[in-house]
């Protein structure tokens, strides 16, 4: 997932802005809240970490298997809680499969190469990311076209920032735009 340069470097500075916005989101008291701000933001950083150019930064093997455990077990607690039915918990589950996905690229990569997964589409790239950059361009155009409201405000608007809808909804395009970028550097 490591890109080039500049790009890569832009990419750090997005995912952990975000995860630090994710991290204040926490102190909300609304049932749940904590619960999605605290995956987002840990989702956010290790997004952060993976996107730190190879230059610079070039972890071991096992450094990677582990964060595919972890993001395992962040799918398994996703599973559990998308059994609701909740479309933005099922949105958490393929995140954290992905980044699960992208860390065993990573691991299994020769040093210096990107790594891919089994089942190649005819094109060379792998079928899994093929299917997940279906599902993040979908989801990033989509959620740009309800960022901002079509008939203007809905109502009065919390008093404080980290409560507001379409900062929550920013926060989860950037983070979107994040997965998409490093899918297309598998």
Not at 88 to 107: I, R
Not at 118 to 146: C, D, S
Request: with cysteine; proline share 7%; hydrophobic share 55%.
């Amino acid at each position: 997932m490591h890109a080039p340069g500049p790009a890569a470097w832009l990419l750090v500075a997005l995912c952990a802005a975000t995860s630090a916005y994710c991290l204040l989101r926490m102190r909300d008291p609304g049932q749940g809240v904590r619960g999605t701000a605290g995956g987002e933001a840990l989702m956010g950083f290790a997004m952060a970490v993976m996107a730190v150019p190879a230059a610079v930064l070039q972890p071991p093997a096992w450094a990677w298997s582990c964060c595919a455990v972890v993001f395992g077990g962040a799918a398994l607690r996703a599973l559990w809680a998308a059994r609701a039915g909740s479309a933005h918990h099922v949105h958490h589950l393929v995140g954290t499969l992905a980044m699960a996905y992208m860390a065993w690229a990573m691991a299994s990569a020769p040093a210096g190469h990107a790594g891919h997964g089994g089942g190649h589409m005819p094109g060379g790239v792998p079928l899994l990311t093929g299917l997940l950059l279906a599902y993040y361009t979908a989801y990033v155009l989509y959620t740009g076209t309800r960022l901002v409201p079509a008939g203007g405000p809905q109502g009065p608007a919390p008093t404080h920032w980290t409560g507001r809808t379409e900062v929550v909804r920013a926060c989860r395009l950037a983070m979107a735009t994040g997965m998409l970028a490093m899918l297309l550097a598998v």
